[in-house]
Every structure is written in C-alpha cells, then in structure tokens.
C-alpha cells in the first residue's frame, strides 16, 4: 500500500443532520455533521453520536470520496458532512451526514415549524422549503463575502427539488421551474446535494423530497428549525464547492487542502485525545463568550492543544486537513445562519447572540471520532480570531495551520486539571463505543488477518461511469491492517464485469500501486464466496454478487484477486 490519502468529502452538506447514521452520540451537540451526536452540540448539527452535532461523521453516508482517498479532488458530490441517517447520496468524493439535532421551532426566514408541545419536529413541505430558503437566501448570501474571502454568493443560484417540483432561489428571488428543465439543461436532481451550473454561474442543487431530509427534535428554546438547518448545511457545501475549490478542479483546491489527511480515527478508541479536544474547544468557546475571560482561556486552550499534539502527534498529523477544510467551512456555514436569522439581520450583536444562544453549546461529553470535533473547534477557533484581529483567512489557505493553531500561536499555555466529570463522561462512552463497534469491525478484522483468507481488491467504477450513492458508519485506523477500516459500508461496487453488493458490511479501503481499492477478505476455497476459474461469486447476506478477477499483487502478506 501506498501513499493513502482520504479524500475529504466534497459535500460536507452538513445539512447535517439531515440524514443520520449510526454511532453514538457525542456531547457537544454540534449539530450537523455527521450525525453523530457530539456532545457539545454547536446547533445544527447532526447528532449521532458527538453532542455537539457535527454532520458527516458517522452515519456518514455518501457517495464515493474516493476509497482511500485525497483531500484534493471532489467535484461533484451530494453532501459531504451531512448528517444523515444512514440515506446514502452518490456524489463524487463526498460523504454525507444529515440533519439531526436541529431545533423543531420556528425559526426567522424559514418557513418550518413544530408541533407545539409533541417533540417531534415538523418536517417541512416542499413550498416551506422554497418560502424559508429564499428568505435565508436574500438575508446573508449578499454579505457571505464579509465572512470569508471569495465566498459573495449574492449570484449563486440555490436549485431546489423534490423530484416532482424545483425553484431556481437566488439573491433576487425565486424563479419558478421544473425537474424536466433541468434535466434539458443537463443538471440531474441530486441525491441530496451536489455542485451545479444554472444560467451560467454556479449553482448548488438540493433534493428535498420528504422522507431524505430527518429531523430529531431539539432542545426546548432551541430556534434553528428544519430548514435553517438546511441552509446552514447548503451555505457549508456551497462555500466548499466554490471557495475551497472542490468543484472547480483539482488546480482551482486550497493548497491547504492537498496535503494528505485522514478523518479515521483509531480503534479501539482512546478518551484522553477525545477528553483534550473537547477541552480545547470548551476553552475556546468561553474566549468567545466572555472576552473578559480571553487571555486565561487562550492560555488554556492552549494548554490542551500542546498537550493533544504533544501525546497523540499521528492523529493531529492526520485530522489537520480537516479542521481547515471542515473548519472554516462550518465557521462559514453558521455565520451565514446568524445572518439569517438573528433579528435584526443586520446587527452584530444580535449575530453573536444567536451564536451563543442557538449555535455553540459546550461539550459535556466527547465524540467516537475525531472528524467531528473539526466543525465545532474551526467554528470556535474562527469567532475568536476574528475578535482578536487575526489574518488567519489567508494562512488556513496555503496552509499548513488550522484555525486552532493560529488562534493559539504565541499564547503560553497555562496547565489546567482534567475535569473529573468529563473525564469519566468520556471514559464511559468510549468504553461502550468500543463494544458496540467491535461487534462490526472484529470480525473484519479477524478475517483479513486469517492466513486462509485472500483479499479482494475492487477499483473504482469505469471511467464515465457515476459511482453509485455510498453510506457507512465511521471510519478507523487499526493496528496491522494498512488502509482504513469502513464501519457499516453499504455500496453497489461497478466494475466492468457485474456489481458487488455490500450492505452494511465491515470492509477495507487503501491505495494499492495508485488506484483506491475497496477490499473485502473472502474464503476462495468455498463457503459464500467461492472462486471458481476467474470468477468469484458472493451469497452473504451483505454481500453479493459474481465478478470475474485476476490475480492481483501481494498485499500485507496476503494472496489477492482484482475485479475486472
């Protein structure tokens, strides 16, 4: 195996929360990402497992950021970050997420609301989309360049569709249209989100049809409703698609975002690195909140950031493309949300609050995966430099420092105890993620280390061919097994001689003489996967199909066959 690289979803459609997946909740409620739950739930986010809602994380479920993948590379992608229940979209080089851990009120300029008094939230009609959409629209894409360096979307053109129905949503208004226009014009209804082109500029298209997009219900006061939520998760994507250049070319991608990055984390799971970064952004959080407090709390998020980069250097060396990439993405992502939906529109303070209050909630427990705690740390990391005068825009282009660095650059850091509570919150959840993900990835594991077993190594779909819509539950780095290991992976594998069908199934995925491989450990001698001749046929509940292969090159000591 060689040179890995993970391609960083292209999508991270954080809408985080609109589609979930597995994992377990994290505290710090971040709303978006990967459905995770983060504990510290900074609004919107997804909620599988990291209270702090980060969308597309776990429950990730997306189509194709290129198996192994580079962080460079993504063009067309149906949301990336979007928290989602597991509902897969194809989108080239992108994972999503869906939207759990948004809030089921009203919300100001969208056109959702709940159920007074019955906890589950309303899950909006397409013309609520339509309506609170442009509302979202109109208020802050004409001021998303304030936020960030070429990031004025006041001509990006928001196409919206159920599949049935589709709206044109700009600056200026709502033009009618119809699915069968855009499909004249070339633009597909996505999966659930992609990049596109509408009237010659750059547009952004969004499958709303009922049943994609799931909602959980949000704490009570809460105000971001279901299609704030989405907008937040669309304003992320598109500033993905546009600003760090996903969708322009692989020339046109921050070079901040070419280096090599991985969003797996190792398993089994550890608490101390998931306890410092909660820590770091708790800290950072309190800078924002209280300015009053900043120095002695830079001082201390300093302090947990040396001491993570200090213990756990692979994994800062890993996760710090995505915490730029992830990071200034959901900075950009819910600004664009206070814009729209502080009152008034326009006033700072309001924005602030509407941070505080709705967007940023502290970590009261940790995540099960260190890609998720990137959303909330860039968002925090982004606020604070901004307060202090930093040009960090520009530095997290080019690279190599995240926000995080920036911000904490040139602060001593101040020794701080482990928080007893958090710390044994976090213990507890690590220990019961572990069991519950030994039970899927043990056995994976097991049979890729079973000298019987040979190794199957499916490459990508055939050039001009759309890899088809992906999910998964999270992704891991194990000890003696190169590449990373996919939690849950579910995927039709095209290749020139049938489809593979895996669902929900444990599987591997690394970069084997420059192709990124999907590889699957199979029994040749019989059972649900024997191989007769140069074919190879599979019976299992979760995986099937026959293929025709060939002998392929040795690979961690093992015998391997590549679908053809």
């Given at each position: ?28 409620d ?18 599988q ?20 993948a ?23 080089g ?22 007074a008094g ?10 609520d ?7 979202d ?17 006041s ?24 699915v069968?226009?855009m ?5 597909a ?20 049809a009922?049943?994609?997009l ?34 322009l ?62 213990e ?8 710090a ?45 940790g ?8 959303y ?24 190599p ?40 990835l043990?056995?994976a594991?097991?049979a ?22 992906r ?39 690394d ?54």
């Amino acid at each position: 195996m060689t040179g890995r690289r993970d391609r960083l979803p292209v999508l991270v459609l954080l809408v985080a929360g609109l589609v979930t997946g597995g994992g377990q909740p994290s505290q710090w409620d971040l709303a978006d990402q990967a459905g995770r739950e983060a504990r510290w739930d900074p609004a919107g986010q997804s909620r599988q497992g990291a209270r702090w809602a980060l969308g597309a994380q776990t429950g990730r479920t997306g189509q194709a950021a290129p198996r192994t993948a580079t962080t460079t590379a993504a063009t067309a992608a149906t949301a990336t970050d979007l928290v989602t229940t597991a509902v897969t979209t194809a989108v080239t080089g992108t994972d999503t997420t869906a939207v759990t851990g948004t809030g089921t009120t009203a919300v100001t300029g969208t056109g959702t609301t709940a159920a007074a008094g019955t906890g589950a939230a309303a899950e909006p009609a397409f013309a609520d989309y339509v309506a609170g959409l442009k509302a979202d629209v109109a208020r802050a894409w004409p001021r998303a360049g304030t936020l960030f360096p070429g990031a004025d979307f006041s001509t990006l053109v928001l196409l919206v569709s159920d599949g049935r129905q589709a709206a044109a949503i700009t600056a200026e208004g709502v033009t009618p249209t119809s699915v069968a226009e855009m499909e004249r014009r070339g633009v597909a209804v996505p999966e659930l989100i992609a990049p596109a082109e509408w009237d010659g500029r750059h547009a952004v298209a969004i499958n709303t049809a009922l049943g994609r997009l799931r909602f959980e219900p949000g704490p009570d006061g809460q105000r971001i409703g279901p299609v704030l939520t989405v907008f937040d998760k669309i304003t992320h994507e598109a500033f993905r698609f546009y600003v760090q250049g996903f969708a322009l070319g692989p020339d046109m991608v921050w070079p901040s975002l070419r280096a090599e990055g991985r969003r797996a984390t190792e398993y089994p799971l550890r608490a101390a690195p998931r306890l410092y970064r909660a820590m770091i952004y708790n800290e950072l959080r309190e800078a924002y909140r209280a300015p009053d407090t900043r120095p002695a709390r830079l001082a201390a998020a300093a302090y947990w950031a040396e001491r993570w980069a200090r213990e756990f250097p692979a994994e800062r060396r890993r996760i710090a493309v995505v915490d730029i990439d992830a990071g200034t993405a959901e900075y950009v992502g819910k600004s664009a949300v206070a814009m729209a939906a502080a009152t008034p529109p326009g006033g700072r303070r309001e924005q602030r609050a509407f941070l505080l209050n709705e967007l940023l909630k502290p970590a009261t427990g940790g995540t099960d995966s260190v890609d998720l705690e990137s959303y909330p740390i860039g968002l925090a990391a982004g606020l604070v430099a901004d307060d202090l005068g930093l040009d960090w825009k520009a530095a997290v282009v080019n690279g190599p420092d995240t926000p995080l660095d920036l911000v904490v650059r040139g602060v001593t850091p101040s020794t701080r105890p482990e928080p007893a509570g958090l710390r044994r919150t976090i213990d507890e959840q690590v220990a019961q993620a572990n069991t519950e993900i030994a039970m899927d990835l043990d056995p994976a594991i097991a049979a890729f280390r079973d000298p019987r077993t040979a190794l199957l190594l499916v490459p990508p779909p055939p050039e001009g061919t759309q890899p088809e819509p992906r999910s998964l539950s999270g992704e891991y780095i194990v000890e003696r097994v190169p590449g990373t290991v996919y939690r849950r992976f579910t995927q039709k594998l095209r290749v020139n001689s049938g489809v593979l069908e895996a669902k929900e199934l444990s599987v591997f995925a690394d970069q084997v003489d420059g192709v990124d491989y999907t590889i699957i450990p199979f029994d040749p001698t019989g059972g649900d996967s024997p191989l007769s001749g140069d074919r190879v046929r599979f019976t299992s509940t979760d995986l099937t199909g026959d293929l025709q292969v060939r002998a392929g090159p040795m690979l961690a000591g093992k015998k391997t066959f590549v679908a053809q």
